[in-house]
């Protein structure tokens, strides 16, 4: 489920942990440079309570792949699209 407001997509509800896991991509920190742009996030009721910072896409599609079976290349050119433009160039 992608949340515009936030730049997350959420993947994998675990009802067995009550928690799942979301990509949130930090915009501001891109402007700025920032090279950890890319968060995976443990989210449990809108509250991260663990953080895997990510230098780019593909690094943060390795660590949910950890979690459950991605396709990181099929969902690298899925989230391609959601990127802004000016920002694609961070994947």
Same mark, same amino acid.
């Given at each position: 489920? /992608? #949340?515009?407001n936030?730049?997350?997509? %959420?993947?994998?509800w ?5 928690? +799942?896991y979301?990509l949130? /991509?930090d915009? #501001? +920190?891109?402007?700025k +440079? +920032? *090279?950890?742009? /890319? *968060? @995976?996030e $443990? =989210?449990?009721?809108?509250t991260v309570?663990?953080?895997w910072?990510?230098?780019?896409? &593909? #690094?943060?599609?390795? @660590?949910?792949? *950890?979690? /459950? &079976? @991605? $396709?990181v290349q099929q #969902?690298?050119? %899925?989230?391609?699209a =959601? ?5 694609r160039?961070a994947?």
């Open positions: 489920m /992608f #949340e515009s936030q730049n997350t997509i %959420r993947y994998k675990d009802p067995e942990t009550s928690t +799942g979301q949130r /991509f915009a #501001e +920190g891109a402007a +440079g +920032g *090279h950890y742009c /890319f *968060h @995976v $443990d =989210w449990n009721c809108r309570t663990s953080e910072p990510c230098q780019d896409l &593909t #690094e943060a599609l390795e @660590v949910l792949n *950890h979690f /459950f &079976t @991605v $396709d #969902e690298r050119e %899925r989230l391609s =959601w990127l802004p433009a000016e920002y160039a994947a």
